[in-house]
């Protein structure tokens, strides 16, 4: 059985389904036994007549059938009639059904289950989904107007239905069964109108306010209806027994919620992963707090799961996106369930029971409560509007009218009047309770829900806005591209080329999703709408010309583009967190700070209430100052005197010995005086001489200690420890009563019958103060109280940092995507210009803190390192699945380990330390798997200390050498160049976008290289590089640089080359994202893709063919040219997969400036392809074309081909095995590049190629144009002949191409 319908069971069917007995005559006897049928059905011991248990489970999945053929008849014909509305009358059209054929009866016999059970099963159902689905965040912000509009209003609109009722509608009750009739039709149940009121611009609040409204009011509808029901009851009889009663239901209540709210989200905050228990954990949160607080504590356990419901909303972020949706969906299916059930089983009750009293009154009468519910309604708000406009979001009157028209009724009311209805003393009131409910609630489900977006649109709430028509606009123009791009796609497809396209692009044309909403306009009217501009034309040209925007829709537009990149800020923070950069804490403080920002009139994020979470907090340095002056000696804060006697005090007194001797002869003090305080009198005459004599000597003591610490430390030098200040005042004391002692030994005068004892009593307690002194032996737990407060400031300033990251990570996805989302230029303009400022802002704080705690960024960093790194594991895991490497079973298994790791990480608290300069310096990226370059670089460079605005490199410079930076904060800042930037990027490394044109800022951290572009290029720096504080970083020159790609020449794996795949794949994750094919891909997604990307040396060639080995191509400096459509292709840019032949700037065809640098392509390798696949055969210099076969070998063989250098040098034999094209000659590309033969001096190759390898690919000592520095160890070469230097290169050449 399926664990939903297992649990549907448990939930719906009634525990039992007895029947009352059936009336019989009782004059009637059975069959001649001659005893009455009466006497046989009164008697107590014959068991009562049951229906079998499974004619309920009939109704009940009956009925839920029923529910699904109708909610699909209306979906498919898109009525308009509320579902409930037609399961009430299903469930009338079975209760007429029994009422006229008895037989029936038997089927419908668990709709008349008690209304407590139906409450117990039902209400915490759509009590608990509807505070779930509230938007906590708003829902507390509006918080006064739900609590004025629920409480107040919800009894004021109780008490104006009373009049009516007494007056109109029964003139036998009294006012208090009137009371209970208006406080049935007051709770309210909004959900019908709520999706609609999300529609609008304002629509979100008044959404929340109707749904807080329904939750707070039913709950206050609940207690005052136990409270006036109690009253007529004659349980209650007393003013102030109501009150006490109201006071501890609603008390009781909120304890309670807040208790078992804080008790589930605790639990669903462990269930990240697990979806069972996670949706187990909120079901048994929600019965268990109604349960227990209605059953056994006696107070409101509705209103207790209302505030459950609020509070497990409020921590919904604690688990998976994924897992939270299905606990979402769960609850809507339970509330659907509910609904179904609740109105078909009232519908027979009333149809059944009481169908003899719908009479043309009672018709009439559910007319005239109907209008008294919502008149009361609507002049409950106008009275409260004066507050409700200036508490919360504020409201205006034609909110105001919404939210009153909005105020559906729904099953609450139909339950209580049910109630009323099986109550023994008010039963004979309950049909027209019944009646009079069930009325208002059909009706306002038939004419307020359906007439909603009417009134909406009427009260001008529901018309869209300029921007919210560009915007769908824009969205709609991508989609039809994309179906365009997806179609012609198709046609290639040899199975589907014989289709019919033009039925295939009707059934895929949509129409504007506001199209349907603009009635009443012309054609032309409804094409500007649906283009969401208005057009001129122009007299002359006879062009259309938008209009511009006036100031109102400017104003307007403006703050739906804010909405807008708040919303997609938020959508980052997400996603950042289900890939594991940021924590459950952190994305929960950034979402909520986007949330402040939607309310606030700016739409800025409070960037000084993140501030301080990167700053230590005020009560922890308190503390930890504290206890460094704890630890700090009292001579250490004073200056040594240079007198001899005060030295010699001075000795004395910081000596540890001195210490020790006072804080003993505190020690001995401490009983004395607590044998004279406790000690009655009389006392023999040796014990008060020894007391005295004792004090004397302690007094002594302490005199002589303070009058030497005023010697050794000066007269206010000893004033400046509070240990000193107690003694002094301790002294005082001390002098008193010793005064005192000498006048009692002395003269017959005695001091305890002379003077209240009392007063000496205190006198001697007060000296016991010193008995503080020894607190100062507690500094051997200083250091660990200390380290417990550093690391509690260490853990707040890493989730700053973790804070921080994420959301300038957030503002650079933000900043990306602005041109998609909002087109207005101007409008862009100023948020980009904010986005960036803020970006920056927060940048530099980070730096700062990083530079002052590098622990705590080093944490954050690693752990998010760790995280990204299981989840593309996770994202390798399924896609091996997909592929069908693993089945189910294995594809869990591996799930499984992974998540272990993820749930470790997420958990680990320990700090880590920041690494060593030349662990650093190791890790740069285009270091890894050149040890021997980074051991070269170590040995030839030095860390160089810079002071806070040092300059590290000037804007127009020449570059001289690049910066690895091991600690401290700098800025750089980008000036465009004065000249044409087209045929070369600038001298900047450090974009975030695009713009080369537009000065940009930017701050570096530790373990960044600064200059990398500069030593490729040669060009003068287009920057300036400022340090923002102390800077450690390490200098290497233009000759070590250069000396360095010597030691790895290879011109796909060397240095070179992989300094140019940084630098390319960093500009490919700005420029791959515009491109259509990677619209869909995510950052993680996309920096896998370009994992397998390299950037060859492509100098000696004119001419490059793309085959299909080429995934991509992306040009990241110089030009090039398709051949076919002679289009010029300028960095950085996307060479489109239709180019198939590119011109090089070499080649005469293409006229280039004389200083247009060498073209560089960053080539993303097909799947299953490698570099050496792609460059391992191509032709001669003036044309290059890559074979399109790929290696046969198995695994075994492709591996140790590429680790053995004796493989490596048969490769050039594979060239005349393979397939040759006619007319061109094929060489090997690395012949191409180092000649036919390495090593041999007789075979160097031809005058170009020795020219080509000598200036551009293996740059020696003579080609540089700084002077030759002596090098240590096994990296120096000495200039004494030719073919030495070319035997050696050929052995490093060798040793690094075998370890690849």
């Not at 979001?393 to 009047?417: D, K, V």
């Not at 300094?1059 to 420029?1071: A, H, T």
Request: charged share 20%.
């Amino acid at each position: 059985m399926s664990p939903y319908l297992y649990l549907l069971l448990l939930i719906f069917i009634p525990i039992n389904g007895q029947e009352r007995p059936t009336e019989i005559n009782p004059n009637v006897t059975d069959n001649g036994t001659g005893v009455d049928n009466d006497t046989l059905f009164n008697n107590p011991d014959r068991p009562s007549l049951a229906y079998p248990p499974h004619l309920s489970l009939l109704f009940v999945f009956t009925t839920l059938l029923i529910g699904v053929v109708i909610r699909s008849l209306m979906l498919w014909t898109s009525r308009c009639l509320p579902y409930r509305v037609v399961m009430f009358c299903i469930g009338g059209l079975a209760g007429f059904c029994t009422y006229h054929y008895p037989d029936f009866k038997p089927f419908v016999q668990a709709c008349y289950v008690d209304v407590d059970l139906l409450l117990l099963i039902f209400l915490p159902i759509i009590e608990f989904h509807t505070a779930y689905s509230v938007d906590a965040h708003t829902f507390f912000k509006s918080l006064p107007q739900v609590f004025l509009v629920s409480v107040p209003g919800t009894l004021l609109t109780s008490l104006m239905v009373a009049f009516m009722g007494y007056y109109l509608i029964e003139s036998s009750w009294n006012f208090g069964t009137a009371l209970l009739f208006g406080v049935v039709c007051s709770p309210v149940y909004p959900m019908e109108v709520v999706k609609q009121l999300r529609e609008i611009s304002k629509g979100k609040y008044l959404a929340v306010l109707l749904m807080g409204e329904g939750v707070i009011g039913d709950a206050s509808v609940m207690i005052t209806f136990t409270a006036v029901f109690g009253y007529l009851a004659l349980a209650i009889t007393e003013a102030s027994q109501v009150s006490l009663m109201l006071l501890r239901f609603a008390g009781g209540g909120i304890l309670l919620g807040i208790f078992m709210g804080n008790v589930t989200s605790g639990l669903l905050s462990l269930m990240y992963n697990d979806m069972l228990c996670a949706i187990m954990v909120t079901l048994s949160g929600a019965y268990l707090t109604y349960y227990v607080g209605e059953k056994f504590l006696y107070v409101s356990g509705l209103l207790g799961t209302v505030i459950t419901g609020v509070l497990v909303s409020n921590q919904k972020s604690t688990i998976a996106g994924d897992i939270e949706v299905v606990v979402s969906h769960f609850w809507h299916i339970l509330t659907h369930v509910a609904n179904t059930l609740l109105f078909t089983m009232v519908g027979v009750v009333i149809f059944e029971k009481i169908s003899y009293m719908m009479t043309a009154k009672q018709v009439a009468l559910i007319f005239v409560t109907y209008s008294t519910v919502y008149c009361s309604r609507l002049l409950i708000y106008f009275i409260m509007m004066p507050v409700l406009k200036r508490v919360g979001y504020g409201m205006t009157w034609h909110h105001g009218l919404a939210c009153s028209w909005g105020g559906l009724r729904g099953p609450l009311s139909l339950c209580l009047a049910l109630t009323v209805m099986q109550a023994p003393l008010i039963s004979d009131v309950g049909e027209i309770f019944v009646i009079q409910a069930a009325g208002l609630v059909i009706l306002s489900l038939l004419v307020n829900a359906t007439t909603m977006y009417k009134v909406l649109k009427t009260l001008g709430l529901a018309d869209i806005s300029l921007a919210k028509k560009a915007n769908m606009t824009n969205c709609v123009k991508r989609i039809m591209m994309t179906r365009d791009r997806c179609v012609s796609m198709l046609k290639m497809d040899k199975f589907l080329a014989d289709a019919n396209w033009d039925l295939v692009q009707e059934g895929t044309t949509i129409k504007h999703p506001y199209q349907l909403q603009m009635s009443g306009r012309d054609d032309d009217d409804e094409d500007d709408a649906y283009m969401g501009y208005r057009y001129t034309t122009c007299p002359d040209c006879e062009r259309e010309i938008p209009n511009e925007p006036t100031k109102k829709e400017l104003a307007e537009m403006f703050r739906e583009a804010n909405q807008r990149v708040l919303k997609a800020m938020k959508i980052s923070y997400w996603r950042q967190y289900e890939h594991g950069k940021i924590s459950k804490e952190g994305v929960r403080t950034l979402v909520q700070a986007v949330e402040v920002a939607t309310d606030s009139e700016d739409g800025a994020i409070n960037l000084e209430l993140l501030g301080s979470l990167w700053r230590p907090k005020p009560h922890a340095t308190w503390i930890r100052r504290k206890l460094v002056n704890m630890m700090t000696p009292e001579a250490a804060n004073a200056q040594v005197p240079r007198n001899p006697w005060r030295q010699y005090c001075y000795r004395i007194v910081t000596n540890l010995w001195f210490d020790m001797f006072i804080y003993l002869v505190i020690l001995c003090n401490t009983p004395v005086i607590l044998c004279e305080v406790v000690m009655r009198q009389p006392v023999t005459l040796l014990t008060s001489y020894t007391i005295k004599l004792l004090n004397l000597i302690f007094y002594t003591i302490y005199v002589l200690e303070m009058v030497m610490k005023m010697i050794a430390l000066g007269f206010c030098g000893y004033f400046k420890s509070h240990w000193n200040k107690l003694d002094f005042v301790m002294i005082i004391f001390a002098t008193g009563d010793l005064i005192l002692d000498v006048i009692d030994s002395l003269t017959p005068w005695d001091k305890w019958d002379n003077l209240n004892s009392s007063i000496l009593t205190a006198t001697k307690l007060v000296r016991m103060l010193r008995f503080l002194r020894l607190c100062k032996l507690a500094r051997v737990s200083v250091p660990k109280i200390m380290a417990y407060v550093d690391r509690m400031i260490d853990i707040q300033l890493a989730f700053g940092y973790d804070v921080g990251k994420g959301f300038v990570t957030g503002e650079q996805e933000v900043c990306s995507l602005l041109p998609q989302l909002v087109d207005n230029k101007h409008i862009q303009e100023t948020l980009s210009a904010r986005l960036e400022m803020d970006r920056l802002t927060v940048t530099r704080q980070l730096g700062l803190l990083q530079r002052d705690r590098p622990w705590t960024a080093i944490t954050v960093k690693t752990r998010q390192a760790t995280t990204s790194t299981l989840n593309i594991m996770i994202l390798d895991a399924q896609q091996l699945k997909e592929e069908g490497f693993l089945d189910e079973m294995e594809y869990r298994l591996l799930l499984h380990a992974i998540q272990e790791k993820v749930q470790l990480c997420r958990h680990k608290g320990s700090l880590v330390a920041p690494s060593s300069p030349e662990t650093q310096l190791r890790a740069v990226s285009w270091l890894q798997g050149n040890e021997r370059v980074a051991d070269f670089f170590l040995e030839n460079s030095e860390i160089i200390n810079y002071n806070i605005n040092d300059i590290l490199i000037s804007r127009g410079d020449e570059p001289k050498g690049m910066y690895i930076v091991v600690s401290g904060l700098l800025e750089a800042t980008y000036e465009p160049p004065a000249g044409e930037i087209d045929e070369a990027i600038p001298n900047f490394e450090f974009f975030t976008d695009l713009k080369f044109d537009e000065p940009s800022q930017e701050y570096i951290v530790s373990g960044n290289a600064i200059g990398v572009l500069g030593v490729l290029t040669n060009r003068p720096y287009s920057y300036t590089v400022r340090c923002d504080s102390g800077v450690q970083a390490y200098y290497i020159s233009m000759t070590v640089i250069k000396e360095a790609f010597n030691l790895a020449p290879h011109p796909i794996m060397g240095l070179e080359a992989s300094m140019w795949r940084e630098i390319g794949i960093k500009f490919s994750m700005m420029v791959l994202p515009t491109v259509p094919a990677y619209h869909g891909l995510s950052t993680e997604k996309l920096s896998m893709r370009l994992e397998h990307a390299f950037v060859p040396c492509l100098k000696a060639f004119k001419v490059f063919v793309v085959n299909e080995l080429m995934e991509d191509i992306v040009l990241i400096d110089g030009v090039c040219q398709d051949l076919a459509t002679r289009e010029v292709f300028q960095p950085p840019c996307y060479i489109p997969r239709t180019a198939h032949r590119l011109i090089f700037p070499k080649s005469s065809q293409l006229m280039v400036s004389i200083g247009c640098p060498e073209t560089k392509l960053l080539i993303v390798p097909a799947k299953d392809s490698d570099e050496m696949d792609i460059m391992e055969d191509e032709v001669d210099d003036t044309q290059c074309e890559l074979m399109s076969n790929s290696s046969s070998r198995c695994l075994y063989h492709r591996v140790a081909r590429r680790l053995s250098s004796d493989s490596r040098r048969t490769l050039s034999q594979r060239g005349g095995r393979k397939r040759r094209r006619g007319g061109a000659r094929r060489v090997n590309y690395r012949e191409s590049v180092w000649g036919s033969k390495i090593g041999s001096v007789a075979q160097v190759g031809s005058d170009k190629d020795a020219h080509v390898k000598k200036s551009m690919y293996r740059p020696t000592l003579e080609t540089t144009l700084e002077p030759k520095r002596e090098l240590s160890g096994r990296f120096v070469r000495e200039n004494s002949g030719r073919g030495n230097r070319l035997e050696s290169e050929e052995e490093i050449y060798t040793t690094n191409f075998s370890k690849t």
